[in-house]
């Protein structure tokens, strides 16, 4: 069991630093509006994945994957959630105030909320539940149920770790930003683009 958990560790590590639609989510965020932001959407995004690992647990996930009809709605509701996310960037300003007093320039909550939605609308990381996880049961024939639930806990505490400490460095480049001219137009079309990305990365 030990030596199990501890290459689940060693993969989640590796798989949350490898470049993603998640981390780099989180990296755009905290680079445009500072790490509290990027930390909040963290712990969205992380909490979306309670509910992954209860479908998983439970045996849900597989029943959903296996409606094309329901799993095409689900990808169409992520990715145009995410078109919606990068028409709203769009229509904002024309460059991205990071001053001091402007960072965050939404509650918390508000990127908390949307890193939770991006995680439950987003049909691969149900996918990736279904095909990563069995592969780390230790007693297959014993309580999978509870051994999903000790993987699915290990893989949010390593994921919000790594993604926390991306949030962090970014937050601190940010800093250094601000004192940059021209740099809010850049971050503004950087967002757009990332949000358009996951959104084809969805659907596709």
């Known amino acids: 069991m030990v030596e199990m958990l501890l290459s689940f560790c060693l993969a989640t590590f590796v798989l949350a630093i490898s470049p993603g639609p998640d981390n780099i989510y989180v990296l755009t965020q905290s680079l445009a509006h500072g790490s509290k932001s990027g930390i909040a959407t963290t712990a969205g995004l992380i909490s979306g994945c309670i509910v992954h690992t209860v479908l998983?647990?439970?045996?849900?996930?597989?029943?959903?994957?296996?409606?094309?009809?329901?799993?095409?709605?689900?990808?169409?509701?992520?990715?145009?959630?995410?078109?919606y996310l990068a028409y709203k960037a769009y229509r904002a300003d024309a460059g991205i105030s990071i001053t001091e007093s402007d960072t965050p320039k939404k509650p918390a909550w508000q990127y908390f909320k949307i890193g939770v939605f991006m995680n439950l609308v987003n049909p691969k990381v149900m996918l990736f539940y279904i095909a990563f996880f069995p592969a780390f049961l230790w007693n297959p024939s014993g309580d999978t149920v509870l051994q999903f639930f000790i993987l699915g806990s290990v893989f949010m505490v390593v994921s919000f770790v790594v993604f926390s400490s991306i949030a962090l460095l970014a937050g601190t480049i940010s800093t250094y930003l601000r004192s940059q001219k021209g740099v809010g137009f850049f971050l503004k079309w950087l967002q757009i683009l990332v949000f358009i990305g996951i959104a084809i990365f969805i659907f596709i």
């Open 56 to 83: 998983l647990a439970f045996g849900i996930s597989a029943l959903i994957t296996a409606s094309p009809n329901l799993f095409f709605i689900i990808k169409c509701v992520g990715a145009g959630y995410l078109l």
